[in-house]
């Protein structure tokens, strides 16, 4: 006799699990709540992946992995690789989406730093994603949106190290919306590389 197949896939019980996560902190998420989201039992959960831990750091690990898919993703969807650029700048900013969202997530990147298990899935997302921004770069350069002599791997150094601080400052002075925000950042930051049009 076959075994019976699963209502809901691991990737559904992933997806469940951030939309739990982005109305709830660290100390609130439960199994139940998870698995109210997700339309199955606390128990089947708990079978399947055997603690909130363990759902947790298998869905780290599934970002990190996927981090640099996304990133390519955003290249393919735009002809211009500084849009694609600033279109993850914006992806971003949903993090700050309210003041509350954004306490949340610091509480999420607290384990994620504090956590040897979960802070090497961060690395490698962190990672991916840096690579994926010079990837972009080296492509505006080449597309002649960005000056030839641009270092692409400082300047993704750069960008990175913008957006995340860009959370931290959004936090404290919440002008406009994360999304200008950051967007303006960056902006700001790409415009002294920005390859200058010649007059006619």
């Known amino acids: 006799m076959s075994p019976r197949p699963r209502k809901v896939s691991d990737e559904e019980i992933f997806a469940a699990t951030y939309r739990a996560m982005t109305r709830l902190g660290p100390g609130e998420l439960t199994l139940a709540e998870i698995?109210?989201?997700?339309?199955?039992?606390?128990?089947?959960?708990?079978?399947r992946f055997g603690s909130k831990r363990q759902l947790l750091l298998d869905l780290a690990e599934g970002a990190a992995a996927s981090a640099g898919d996304f990133i390519r993703e955003l290249?393919?969807?735009?002809?211009?690789p500084l849009a694609a650029i600033r279109e993850y700048a914006e992806c971003l900013a949903h993090?700050?989406?309210?003041?509350?969202?954004?306490?949340?997530?610091?509480?999420?990147?607290?384990i994620d730093l504090?956590?040897?298990?979960?802070?090497?899935?961060?690395?490698?997302?962190?990672r991916a994603t840096r690579d994926g921004i010079e990837a972009l770069l080296t492509a505006a350069i080449a597309a002649g949106e960005l000056a030839r002599s641009t270092d692409a791997r400082a300047l993704a150094r750069t960008v990175d190290v913008m957006l995340s601080g860009s959370l931290m400052t959004y936090a404290t002075y919440r002008d406009g919306t994360a999304v200008k925000w950051l967007r303006d950042n960056c902006d700001m930051v790409l415009a002294p590389y920005l390859r200058k049009k010649k007059r006619k």
């Open 35 to 47: 698995a109210a989201e997700a339309g199955v039992t606390a128990g089947a959960l708990s079978q």
């Open 75 to 80: 290249g393919t969807a735009h002809r211009s």
């Open 95 to 110: 993090l700050a989406a309210s003041p509350s969202a954004l306490a949340r997530n610091l509480a999420y990147l607290q």
């Open 114 to 126: 504090a956590d040897p298990d979960f802070r090497k899935h961060l690395e490698i997302q962190a």
